[in-house]
């Protein structure tokens, strides 16, 4: 039941979700999250309220899977990397550089049974998992073009908290340094860093631009989310409600999914309109030659985490 409310406002919801976000809203996480709030208010005609939390507002990227299981916020959508973290090494693939040659790839892991396995992981950490999303593939960035292997040297790159990003970056000669994404800007500004990775979604709503000088589209990996919830707060929801707020979340990602590549496009429009960095495109022999670097990168994933993992990964990945 919707209480009346005094003053005229709107009806005070009898329950509101918080879904917590470090990105911007203009992306494709935080415009599904804002999505998802539309959805669920009005089929609920208010009674379940969504209060989202982007740009780190209230939990970032050292926070936010603990404030998670102890039940401060309800909903979080981290990148699929960052699980390793929790003690889900096996969800890293995702991270794996050169792995993936389009989203059709990721889509024979996110919509397989591969996926369903690497869900069926979240429980133990007393979560659930809700479903996985695209932003896109990462691009390299600092203040010199980074086209070949040599180019990275000697370079402090900000990476995600990820083993597989980490030994990328080292594969590649730079040194890999762990900040929050809501960090890094101002790493980036102040010099404790010289360059990071993203799509450009991310570097353009952080306005990264302003203190990097060089764009390389490198297409070097690939970044998702996975949605996921308490699952004590799940498994006392009406079921009904439940149903509802499942069926609003996968929508949502739905969504989330058709905008993300013309997010990232138009972000790369911006990019070139503001005309503050130089954006450079690889030729198929650089790309080559930083697939080669990166290759060890795979075998040392492959030495963390069970050898099923792999060879379902080749599996899924093999042509269907
Ligand atoms: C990052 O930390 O670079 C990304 O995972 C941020 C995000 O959630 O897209």
Same mark, same amino acid.
């Given at each position: 039941?919707?209480?009346?409310?005094?003053?005229?406002?709107?009806?005070?919801?009898?329950?509101?979700?918080?879904?917590?976000?470090?990105?911007?809203?203009?992306?494709?996480?935080?415009?599904?999250?804002?999505?998802?709030?539309?959805?669920?208010?009005?089929?609920?005609?208010?009674?379940?309220?969504?209060?989202?939390?982007?740009?780190?507002?209230?939990?970032?990227?050292?926070?936010?899977?603990? @404030? %998670?299981?102890? /039940?401060? !916020? #309800?909903?979080?959508?981290?990148?699929? +990397?960052? =699980?390793?973290?929790?003690?889900?090494? &096996?969800?890293?693939?995702?991270?794996?550089?050169?792995?993936?040659?389009?989203?059709?790839?990721?889509?024979?892991?996110?919509?397989?049974?591969?996926?369903?396995?690497?869900?069926?992981?979240?429980?133990?950490?007393?979560?659930?998992?809700?479903?996985?999303?695209?932003?896109?593939?990462?691009?390299?960035?600092?203040?010199?073009?980074?086209?070949?292997?040599?180019?990275?040297?000697?370079?402090?790159?900000?990476?995600?908290?990820?083993?597989?990003?980490?030994?990328?970056?080292?594969?590649?000669?730079?040194?890999?340094?762990?900040?929050?994404?809501?960090?890094?800007?101002? @790493? %980036?500004?102040? /010099?404790? !860093? #010289?360059?990071?990775?993203?799509?450009? +979604?991310? =570097?353009?709503?952080?306005?990264?631009? &302003?203190?990097?000088?060089?764009?390389?589209?490198?297409?070097?990996?690939?970044?998702?989310?996975?949605?996921?919830?308490?699952?004590?707060?799940?498994?006392?929801?009406?079921?009904?409600?439940?149903?509802?707020?499942?069926?609003?979340?996968?929508?949502?990602?739905?969504?989330?999914?058709?905008?993300?590549?013309?997010?990232?496009?138009?972000?790369?429009?911006?990019?070139?309109?503001?005309?503050?960095?130089?954006?450079?495109?690889?030729?198929?022999?650089?790309?080559?030659?930083?697939?080669?670097?990166?290759?060890?990168?795979?075998?040392?994933?492959?030495?963390?985490?069970?050898?099923?993992?792999?060879?379902?990964?080749?599996?899924?990945?093999?042509?269907?």
């Amino acid at each position: 039941m919707v209480l009346p409310a005094a003053t005229g406002a709107p009806p005070r919801p009898d329950i509101t979700l918080r879904f917590s976000h470090v990105v911007a809203e203009e992306t494709p996480k935080g415009l599904a999250a804002n999505r998802f709030k539309v959805l669920v208010e009005q089929r609920s005609g208010g009674r379940i309220g969504v209060q989202v939390y982007p740009n780190a507002q209230l939990y970032g990227d050292d926070d936010e899977m603990q @404030a %998670l299981q102890m /039940g401060a !916020v #309800d909903l979080v959508a981290p990148s699929l +990397s960052k =699980f390793g973290r929790i003690g889900l090494p &096996e969800f890293e693939m995702f991270g794996l550089p050169f792995l993936f040659d389009d989203l059709s790839a990721v889509r024979r892991i996110t919509l397989g049974p591969l996926g369903q396995k690497l869900m069926q992981g979240l429980p133990r950490q007393g979560l659930v998992g809700l479903g996985f999303f695209d932003n896109g593939f990462k691009q390299m960035s600092a203040n010199r073009p980074l086209l070949e292997p040599k180019d990275f040297a000697g370079l402090r790159m900000r990476v995600q908290a990820s083993f597989v990003i980490a030994a990328q970056m080292r594969a590649l000669g730079a040194k890999p340094v762990t900040l929050a994404f809501s960090e890094t800007r101002r @790493a %980036l500004a102040a /010099g404790v !860093v #010289d360059g990071t990775e993203n799509p450009v +979604s991310n =570097f353009w709503t952080q306005n990264m631009h &302003e203190v990097q000088s060089d764009l390389s589209l490198t297409e070097h990996g690939y970044l998702g989310y996975a949605v996921v919830t308490n699952q004590r707060f799940w498994q006392h929801l009406q079921p009904d409600d439940r149903a509802m707020i499942n069926q609003a979340l996968q929508e949502s990602l739905a969504f989330a999914n058709t905008i993300a590549d013309a997010q990232n496009d138009q972000a790369l429009q911006a990019l070139r309109q503001a005309g503050t960095t130089r954006i450079h495109s690889l030729s198929t022999g650089q790309r080559a030659r930083l697939r080669q670097a990166v290759e060890p990168v795979q075998q040392q994933l492959a030495s963390r985490i069970a050898p099923r993992w792999m060879s379902d990964l080749k599996q899924a990945l093999r042509k269907a």
